[in-house]
């Protein structure tokens, strides 16, 4: 059974820093194309950030240079870094694992930016 499970979510001040984690389990992780993606209330889901299983990483512009996307293929898990952040990053933030049909989702976490 595949499972994405994250954490590290919660409230943070602006400019404050948070670091997700996803841990995966059930699939070849490292042949997959992982990725963070987030939803805002009223607002389509929207990618974030990804990392192939090499390490190639890409992404949002709105997220370039404050945020930091990395993987342990041995540990099964991928991680968002996330610094310098705004009101606007306020969002559910999910892991998303692709592989050609194959595309699995974790529940998401709460990220609030708010003073």
């Known amino acids: 059974q595949v499972q994405l499970v994250e954490s590290g979510g919660g409230l943070v001040q602006p400019g404050g820093s948070l670091r997700l984690s996803c841990a995966a389990s059930?699939?070849?992780?490292?042949?997959?194309?992982m990725g963070w993606y987030r939803q805002a209330p009223g607002k389509q889901r929207e990618l974030v950030a990804f990392?192939?299983?090499?390490?190639?990483?890409d992404y949002a512009d709105s997220v370039k240079g404050r945020f930091t996307i990395s993987r342990d293929n041995a540990e099964n898990m991928v991680y968002l870094q996330m610094n310098s952040l705004k009101p606007e990053d306020t969002a559910v933030y999910y892991c998303?694992?692709?592989?050609?049909?194959?595309?699995?989702w974790g529940q998401g976490t709460q990220v609030t930016v708010s003073s």
């Open positions: 990392i192939s299983g090499g390490g190639i990483t």
């Open positions: 998303n694992g692709r592989l050609g049909r194959s595309d699995h």
């Open positions: 059930g699939i070849a992780f490292s042949l997959y194309l």
